[in-house]
């Protein structure tokens, strides 16, 4: 019987609104790239526009993806094949020490720091959630998602 990390399709043909599209997908082993994700980080932390922000901070959530073939990893068991959840932890927690005005420049700042400490890491997304952000009115919160696609190195 053919292990199923062994079937490679080859060619899959879907008909969508009168067009035909053709995905490319290989199971093989090859190129595989899993996710690790590592979410509800909380912090307090100093980020914000206005001036009490920076002074009596509020609280943050943080939520990260990290795109990686951990199929090595997976097979030998061994923790340096792989991306170390407690230092992505750290990293992060470091990153949010950091004062920043805007919730865009902490996201940046994380992925940036994510790709030059793991270079097992293809691809990266990360969710910065400022909690009950002072707008005006009753809000649970704001936040801001990027990719490691939006970084230049």
Known sequence: MNNPAQISVK???VFFMGEISI?????A??????????????????????????MTGTYFNVDCSLEL????????D?????????EVYLLIAKEMKQSS???????????KSLQ??????????????KMNPPLGGKIEKVSV????????V
Request: with cysteine; net charge negative; proline share 1%.
């Open 69 to 76: 073939d951990i199929q090595l990893a997976a097979q030998t």
């Open 116 to 129: 030059e400490h793991f270079p097992l890491l293809k691809k990266g997304w990360i969710s910065v959630q």
């Open 101 to 111: 005005a805007l919730l865009e420049n902490v996201a940046y700042r994380i992925l």
């Open 11 to 13: 060619l899959f043909s």
């Open 23 to 27: 995905f490319s997908c290989n199971f």
């Open 145 to 152: 998602e990027m990719t490691t696609d939006e970084i230049i």
């Open 29 to 54: 082993g090859k190129n595989n790239m899993s996710k690790i994700k590592i979410e509800g980080m909380q912090f307090y932390a100093y980020h914000g526009c206005f001036q009490e922000e920076t």
């Open 78 to 86: 061994n923790l340096e094949k792989t991306i170390n959840y407690q």
